[in-house]
C-alpha cells in the first residue's frame, strides 16, 4: 500500500522558515510524480510543487516562487519542503502526494494517493 507521511510543520513566526518531509513507502518511489498541496481553512486544496509533474522542472504555484523549494532523496525515499520567508497567508495544513508521472500538479480532484497532513501555523 501507498504510504506517505508527512512531518516538519509547526508555528513560526512571519519571515521564518520550516522544512517539511515526506516520507514515503509502498512504491518505486522515483517513479512517480511527488506533489505538496495545502489547504488553508475555508480555502481549496492547491498545488504548491510537485516533481516529476507536467512540467519539465519542479513545479511551484507562483505565491511560493523564489521563496518555497521542494527536494527530494530518492535514496530515503523522502520529499522535502524547505520553505522560507514565511508569511501568515501560507498558513494551512499541507498534504504530500503521489501521482503518475506528467500528472497535472495544480489539479487536486486528479488521481492522486494522500498522505495525512502536517498544520503549518505562521503568525503575522
Known amino acids: 500500500d501507498v504510504q506517505l507521511q508527512a512531518s516538519g510543520g509547526g508555528l513560526v513566526q512571519a519571515g521564518g522558515s520550516l522544512r517539511l518531509s515526506c516520507e514515503a513507502s509502498g512504491f518505486t518511489f522515483d517513479r512517480y510524480a511527488i506533489a505538496w498541496f495545502r489547504q488553508a481553512p475555508g480555502k481549496e486544496r492547491e498545488g504548491v510543487s510537485c516533481?516529476?509533474?507536467?512540467?519539465?522542472?519542479?513545479y511551484y504555484v507562483d505565491s511560493v516562487k523564489g521563496r518555497f523549494t521542494m527536494s527530494s532523496d530518492n535514496a530515503k525515499n523522502t520529499a522535502y519542503l524547505q520553505m522560507n520567508s514565511l508569511k501568515p497567508e501560507d498558513t494551512a495544513v499541507y498534504y504530500c502526494?503521489?501521482?503518475?508521472?506528467?500528472?497535472?500538479?495544480?489539479?487536486?480532484?486528479?488521481?492522486?494517493?494522500w498522505g495525512q497532513g502536517t498544520l503549518v501555523t505562521v503568525s503575522s
Open positions: 516533481i516529476r509533474c507536467s512540467d519539465s522542472s519542479i
Open positions: 502526494a503521489q501521482g503518475r508521472v506528467g500528472i497535472i500538479p495544480s489539479d487536486p480532484r486528479g488521481p492522486w494517493s
